[in-house]
């Protein structure tokens, strides 16, 4: 059978409907793998679905910066047409940029036939 692998970003929202489509894979018999920076994920997969967790080693003084960059995007408050260029600039290329060697890391070494990636996971499509 196929090798599929969704390709999906920390946000629950965008991983529960690969959930179900993944499910659906599974009973048909193909190999199916998630790809993602959330760690929480490899406990909602499908029995027989398989996960590779995105993650680097990082310095103390990088995690720090990395929580500090998280803590200010949960508390920015933007509007309009500010808030689509603070989502692309402050959140969704900051992140491609973090997931883009590990998915092409895992990407290699699957070799799926098929790759489902989320649309704020562009790095998916370049990867």
């Known amino acids: 059978m196929a090798k599929f692998a969704f390709l999906v970003p920390p946000l629950m929202g965008h991983v529960n409907p690969t959930l179900a489509v993944g499910t659906e894979l599974i009973c048909h ?19 027989g679905g ?10 103390d003084t990088q995690r720090e910066e990395d929580r500090q960059l998280l803590d200010s995007i949960y508390r920015k408050n933007v509007y309009g047409a500010e808030s689509i260029k603070f989502l692309y600039e402050e959140v969704l290329i900051p992140l491609n940029r973090y997931l883009f060697p590990g998915m092409i890391s895992y990407l290699r070494q699957l070799e799926p036939d ?11 499509a370049l990867a």
């Open 29 to 47: 018999g193909h190999n199916v793998t998630w790809i993602s920076p959330d760690e929480n994920l490899a406990g909602l997969l499908p029995d």
């Open 50 to 59: 398989h996960f590779h967790l995105i993650r680097y080693e990082n310095a």
């Open 114 to 124: 098929v790759v489902i990636n989320d649309h704020q996971v562009f790095a998916g």
